[in-house]
């Protein structure tokens, strides 16, 4: 018994194989290839840049609602002015020695 998905497939592929083995319809098989190809990173492109919006959007409100994460965040902008400012101070003295 063939199930229909089963006869599907098999027209498919003999309708593939008819296409591949003809040289001349080669070129025609390989554009509709790539039709669909193009068609298709249309289409999972901007979904693509949708789920990065919503990804950025939930992890700033993660940081928002998260007073131990604005904690860190603040700890870490104190370390980097520090670390300027050390780093100032070391080529002032450097520039002093000179």
């Known amino acids: 018994m063939i199930t229909a998905g089963k006869f599907y497939f098999q027209n498919i592929s003999f309708f593939i194989s008819l296409l591949k083995s003809d040289l001349t319809n080669s070129s025609i098989f390989d554009r509709h290839f790539n ?3 193009t068609q298709i990173n249309n289409e999972l492109l901007p979904l693509t840049d949708r789920l990065n919006q919503l990804k950025m959007r939930l992890q700033i409100k993660e940081i928002q609602n998260d007073p131990l994460s604005m904690l860190k965040m603040w700890r870490n902008k104190k370390y980097e002015e520090i670390d300027r400012e050390y780093n ?3 080529r002032q003295q450097e520039q002093e020695v000179s």
């Open 88 to 90: 100032r101070k070391i």
């Open 35 to 37: 039709e669909h190809q």
